[in-house]
């Protein structure tokens, strides 16, 4: 459910912003609504996988990855 919630919260946010950018490039709302609600709802759905992709891996995946330096490490 968690994971929904996030979901939803970020495709609010991705509209807002969406909408205000594109009004203001273009300055028509009609526009601004389209593009606002067409990118972001494909957007929302590909972060939503994305999300679930990444928490599959395990975090001794990710380990080599750190870039911390040796100074940091465990």
Do not use: C, Q
């Amino acid at each position: 459910m968690r994971d929904i919630l996030k979901t939803l919260s970020y495709g609010t946010l991705h509209f807002t912003v969406g909408f205000g950018v594109t009004y203001a490039l273009t300055g028509e709302v009609a526009i601004a609504a389209g593009v606002a609600l067409i990118e972001p709802a494909v957007n929302t759905v590909v972060f939503y996988f994305h999300e679930k992709a990444w928490a599959r891996w395990p975090a001794r995946i990710m380990k080599p990855l750190d870039f911390r330096g040796p100074a940091h490490s465990a």
